[in-house]
């Protein structure tokens, strides 16, 4: 690399990971031994808040620097692209003559800006038989990364994998990886619930085993696709090492939001503003800046990524970003950013919240699918599983959450002169005409996935 040469960038965006499922978090299974070696070339962060749920409003986050006030992406089902007066990371990165590569995310609003989209298969049916969506990726970013080795740029290769993401369909070995049991046992009825949920019951049964019975069978294929995710993210670091690039790349991992296994009714998916959700992981590995070996307990967010591989990079983009470079976290300067986290989701429910590193407020916006109530209150101290909801208990508890909440609100939409997104989304279910539903019976009977396909599109492009 010649000297003053601006370093390669190499992001893995993972989505539907959960930080709590991975070993180098603490998970007792191996399911990124890979990954956990990376986490010790360079710095851990602890305490990631995917704070707009789901992937449209996170990623959008995740790719600016910005917030859901300025990105105004806070649904799934988002209406057209980001707004102009936003720059993405690959158009900032362009500008620097870097060349960008996407591959796996075309179409969503934070994906503006790339020189090259790529496209792999990441979603299948039981029928399909297992899905190797990791080594799809792999087709496609191998010869991409050698193709910008051989360019004489500096280069940004996004790499968005979706093994996590339902459905769970992990190649042997690895579906029997962490699972010797039976999984139709006509005695177990641990599935009985999952498979009563109507509104996913359709998409559940085009992907699990027929007549399966066992929720930890489910579970253990979940833990299985990270598995195998990992195996094939080795193979991408092992092609960055033998073209010599590792001490010139900075390498980040990321993951847009978590998953609900089979935690608060949420069955193999990823809405509601639960910890599983909103606790992701953020990996960063740069010899030349970071400390290997690195474990931050700091509160950090999406919006805070793209600020610290320009900090990393050495670019000043001249924006003013709404997260913080994580690069004094990670040299032990700054203990932490903001610990009052204002949160959103808007996937198959609509609520938003407030998180501090004691409390999680969630306030339902219309009524949920679940029969949810409305206000819930967690002790995140005394219940970090968030099982006793203590909303009618602590009232003063939920009006002071409140109040800091909207407070932060009033303060954001003055900064921004932007409405808070979460507020305009009429038919953010993708039911036109149908408005903010009225009872949780009617979210209830109206929402529905049949198929992968059909959660493929969900995902695929924004709406016009």
Not at 152 to 171: C, E, N, S, V
Not at 238 to 255: E, F, V
């Amino acid at each position: 690399m010649s000297s003053g040469r601006k370093p390669n960038i190499v992001l893995f965006g993972v989505d539907s990971l959960r930080a709590d499922h991975m070993s180098c978090y603490g998970y007792p299974r191996l399911t990124t031994p890979h990954i956990d070696q990376l986490a010790q070339s360079g710095a851990l962060f602890e305490n990631v808040v995917s704070a707009h749920i789901p992937t449209t409003s996170a990623y959008s986050s995740m790719l600016t620097g910005m917030d859901v006030f300025s990105t105004q992406v806070v649904a799934l089902r988002h209406r057209g692209g980001l707004r102009p007066e936003v720059t993405t990371l690959a158009e900032i990165l362009r500008k620097e003559g870097y060349n960008t590569s996407c591959i796996g995310f075309t179409g969503n609003p934070g994906s503006r800006g790339f020189d090259t989209y790529l496209d792999y298969q990441g979603w299948g049916t039981w029928n399909e038989g297992r899905s190797p969506k990791a080594e799809n990726l792999n087709e496609k970013a191998i010869p991409e990364l050698q193709r910008l080795v051989e360019d004489d740029k500096p280069f940004f290769l996004f790499l968005r994998h979706m093994d996590p993401h339902a459905p769970y369909l992990p190649p042997a070995p690895f579906e029997r990886m962490f699972y010797s049991g039976d999984e139709s046992d006509p005695e177990n009825r641990s599935m009985d619930p999952v498979m009563a949920f109507k509104p996913f019951c359709d998409f559940f049964a085009s992907w699990m085993p027929p007549g399966i019975s066992d929720t930890e069978y489910v579970v253990a294929q979940y833990d299985g696709a990270v598995a195998y995710m990992d195996s094939a993210i080795q193979t991408v670091l092992t092609a960055i090492d033998t073209h010599g690039l590792r001490d010139s790349t900075i390498i980040a991992l990321n993951g847009d939001h978590g998953e609900t296994l089979f935690d608060h009714d949420c069955y193999f998916d990823h809405h509601g503003l639960y910890e599983p959700t909103i606790h992701v992981p953020l990996i960063v590995s740069y010899a030349k800046r970071i400390p290997a070996g690195s474990r931050l307990k700091g509160y950090t967010q999406h919006k805070d990524l793209v600020p610290t591989l320009l900090d990393l990079a050495e670019i000043d983009a001249g924006i003013k970003f709404d997260g913080h470079s994580l690069v004094p976290m990670a040299l032990g300067e700054v203990a932490s950013h903001e610990t009052g986290i204002y949160i959103t989701e808007c996937t198959w429910m609509r609520k938003h919240g407030w998180r501090t590193p004691g409390w999680k407020l969630i306030i339902a916006l219309e009524p949920d699918f679940h029969f949810k109530p409305e206000i819930e209150l967690y002790d995140l101290v005394a219940d970090p599983d968030e099982n006793n909801n203590l909303a009618a208990q602590e009232p003063d508890v939920v009006a002071a959450l409140t109040k800091r909440m909207n407070d932060y609100i009033a303060r954001r939409e003055e900064e921004t002169g932007l409405p808070n997104p979460i507020h305009n989304q009429g038919d953010w279910h993708g039911f036109e005409g149908v408005g903010p539903f009225k009872t949780s019976q009617q979210a209830y009977d109206t929402l529905h996935i049949g198929d992968p396909k059909q959660a493929a599109s969900l995902q695929a492009k924004s709406r016009e």
